[in-house]
């Protein structure tokens, strides 16, 4: 099992940039697939980002292509999610997740119901 708690949100003109970091406590965290979600209110919650076991593997939603990009530190339990070129759509609360569906695996997972880890959210907001 692992905990996970997100920190870095904020407000932001649009093109700035954040960085938004989850920490993780528990065991074998090296062998969790992490991701990163967003949800605005009334919409359903979407995968942003994600990334294997080892960093090799990554995945983006097309809208985030070249503006956002995954990173874990395993030596830490880290996983990172820096934000640029931020546009007002952007806007949501963004939350970090955990699997271990396909442990060590070349794969990403990008389903909701993929992933059995949650934070609690940090709250972005783009201002135009």
């Known amino acids: 099992q692992v905990q996970l708690v997100e920190s870095g949100g904020g407000l932001v003109q649009a093109g700035g940039s954040l960085r938004l970091s989850c920490a993780a406590s528990?065991?074998?965290?090296?062998?969790?697939?992490l991701g990163w979600f967003r949800q605005v209110s009334g919409r359903e919650r979407e995968f942003v980002a994600g990334t294997n076991w080892n960093g090799r593997r990554t995945d983006y939603l097309d809208s985030v292509k070249g503006r956002f990009t995954i990173s874990r530190e395993n030596t830490k339990n880290t996983v990172d999610l820096q934000m640029l070129s931020l546009k007002p759509e952007d806007t949501a609360v963004y939350y970090c997740a955990a699997t271990r569906l396909r442990i060590y695996a070349d794969y990403v997972a990008r389903g909701l119901a993929d992933y059995a880890y949650w934070g609690q959210g940090t709250q972005v907001t783009v201002s135009s």
């Open positions: 528990g065991r074998d965290f090296s062998s969790y697939t």
